[in-house]
């Protein structure tokens, strides 16, 4: 029985007005836009969520990092009957242990030292839609009992608050650990997982997907081109080290890939193999930086430019050099942000 009933115990602003669509129709064709690739492994993903979309089914979602997770619960989202109401995405290990709990439930006002006023957590937000909780073996097991009592019982409480508020959430769950790996360290609580995994999708990776990996590179540097109004290309030794190449990062080491020759690339992108270390090696020294394609140019560029100059410890010319621009540039780019930066201080 996943599903949850959730009812407000009091007639509030509601927060998923805040995330409506357009018109969205679930189950159509466009829930599914954002998810390329046509190899057997993700045709049989796409068509597995589209038929557990239609039901109230909690989804464990597994794969290793940047296949594809967060996109795929999205998708998921909007092609379930809950796609007017709110998607709401949680990464369980990014909330300091001592907030998540009222991150997830909510608080009442004096609750807690620095609880000055009452705070709906992501189960009320989610209210009507989908709460994705990301990571989710990183919960503390403590929390992870409680997250379990919700999803047996369909409600939770606010911390500070002994009133049960019911809920009408759909939870999918993600991991890039094997979850039963994952249980039997214990990190993570076999009841917990016993009901997640109502219904288990697992992504495939990237050097499994046949040609998938050759279309996403394309459709990413279609994507530059179009953004910035330019024609570079892969040479095609480029094209045989994207396909030769294992992609441990998967889709988003891909990604990034791209995004990096294409800056480099004058009209041309060369398949120098090497790159593809670049990210290993950046990696390792803490000195990558990941722009997520859709990111406008104006602020990818910042972002290299100012870890370049983070790296080169703030040597000008040599900052310059390594990103091939005049000194001057660098200069009056530096300006123009230092003049935003006023602007965006908050007064
Ligand atoms: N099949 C796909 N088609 C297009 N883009 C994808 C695909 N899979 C992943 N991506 C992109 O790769 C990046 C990583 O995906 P994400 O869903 O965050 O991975 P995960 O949550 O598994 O680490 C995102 O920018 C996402 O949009
Ligand atoms: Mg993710």
């Known amino acids: 029985m996943p599903h949850l009933l959730i009812t407000d115990d009091e007639p509030a602003v509601r927060e998923s007005e805040l995330y409506r669509n357009e018109e969205p129709t679930p189950g159509s064709n466009d829930c599914f836009a954002k998810i390329l690739g046509e190899s057997p492994a993700m045709q049989l993903l796409r068509a597995h969520v589209e038929k557990v979309a239609l039901t109230q089914a909690t989804v464990l979602l597994t794969g290793e990092s940047g296949t594809g997770k967060e996109l795929v619960a999205e998708a998921l989202h909007l092609a379930s009957a809950r796609c007017t109401k709110p998607f709401v995405p949680v990464n369980c290990g990014a ?71 019911i809920a009408d959430v759909r939870v999918v769950a993600a991991t890039n650990r094997d979850p039963e790996e994952a249980v039997r360290s214990g990190a993570l609580r076999e009841d917990l997982f016993y009901r997640l995994n109502v219904f288990p999708l697992e992504l495939p990776p990237l050097r499994m997907r046949n040609d998938d990996a050759l279309l996403l590179a394309r459709h990413f540097l279609d994507k530059l081109n179009t953004e910035n109004h330019t024609h570079k290309a892969f040479a095609s030794d480029a094209l045989e080290a994207i396909q030769e190449h294992t992609w441990p990062g998967n889709v988003r080491e891909l990604r990034n890939y791209v995004y990096r020759s294409y800056i480099l690339a ?40 100012l870890a370049t100059l983070e790296q080169c410890e703030g040597v000008k010319k040599k900052t310059a050099e390594t990103l091939g621009i005049s000194l001057k540039t660098l200069y009056n780019r530096l300006e123009e942000y230092s003049a935003e930066d006023c602007d965006n201080t908050p007064s």
């Open 95 to 165: 909330i300091s242990p001592n907030l998540i709990e009222s991150e997830l439930f909510g608080h009442e006002k004096g609750s807690f030292t620095g609880a000055d006023r009452r705070h709906k957590g992501y189960f009320e937000v989610a209210e009507g839609g989908t709460l994705f909780l990301d990571e989710v073996t990183e919960m503390s097991l403590d929390l992870q009992v409680r997250l379990l009592r919700v999803l047996e019982t369909g409600r939770f409480m606010r911390v500070g608050k002994n009133d049960e508020i």
């Open 266 to 305: 004058d009209n041309e992108i060369k398949g120098d193999s090497s790159f593809f270390d670049l990210q290993s090696h950046a990696t390792e020294s803490g000195s990558q930086i990941s722009v997520p394609v859709g990111t406008p140019l104006a602020d990818a560029n910042r972002q290299l430019i």
